[in-house]
């Protein structure tokens, strides 16, 4: 009886756990495309975006800060640098991924607005 209730004990904090963080994902998403913002991916932690005018990193946590989030100006790239599974921009300005092919995708979709 007791490992009945604390096993349902565990099932509810698990579902309600990933209720939530479902609503998180939700409003970053919704945030990211009220920027314009296209080739949203998820990696290592955060989302990344290239907007129109601009790229967006959001870290993806228990709690969401839209206001904490990471952005740089397309017009003030100057450089881009692919390192390992890393772009670096302007010397100082990192860009992560797990897959090799979302970072190939990003750069190309950066290199076409950069172009513009």
Known sequence: ???LVLFVL???IVISLN???NSNLEKIKLHLESNNCQDIIYSKGTYKATCSDKIVQIDNAFSVDLEKKYEMKIKDIKKIEKKNLTLIINDNYKVEFKKKENMERFYKNLEDIKNR
């Open 19 to 21: 209720i939530y963080d």
């Open 1 to 3: 009886m007791i490992f």
């Open 10 to 12: 565990i099932a509810a």
